[in-house]
């Protein structure tokens, strides 16, 4: 019944934005977040909202570039990405858990989305 589910993935050229979405349905949840994972390295955190208050927080690799939002009432959070660059390519993973103080922690989260590709063309 708990399901996410991600769209937004594509193919863009270094400096183009992307958005990303993640649809939760089956219950809410204290934080959703972004993971990313590159060909040969390991998942890794990239951004997290608080949902009841908001709070973000982003890797320093992304900072300034990314933006993560909820929308309340569809359950949805959003991964806006500008200025990509190559070393953004990766499949991309939205997260839901309980908030932890260890948000970039993968065993924080419960749930995961299916992944969706984004592919940045230099």
């Known amino acids: 019944q708990v399901q996410l589910v991600e769209s937004g993935g594509g193919l863009v050229q270094a400096g183009g934005s992307l958005r990303l979405s993640c649809a939760a349905s089956?219950?809410?949840?204290?934080?959703m977040g972004w993971f990313r994972q590159a060909p040969g390295k390991e998942r890794e955190f990239v951004a997290v909202?608080?949902?009841?208050?908001?709070?973000?927080y982003y890797a320093d690799s992304v900072k300034g570039r990314f933006t993560i939002s909820r929308d309340n009432a569809n359950n949805t959070v959003y991964l806006q990405m500008n200025s990509l660059k190559p070393e953004d390519t990766a499949v991309y993973y939205c997260?839901?858990?309980?908030?932890?103080?260890?948000?970039?922690?993968?065993?924080?989260?419960?749930?995961w989305g299916q992944g969706t590709q984004v592919t940045v063309s230099s």
């Open positions: 997260a839901a858990g309980p908030y932890s103080y260890y948000y970039t922690w993968q065993s924080k989260y419960d749930y």
């Open positions: 089956g219950r809410t949840f204290s934080a």
């Open positions: 909202i608080r949902w009841n208050y908001g709070d973000t």
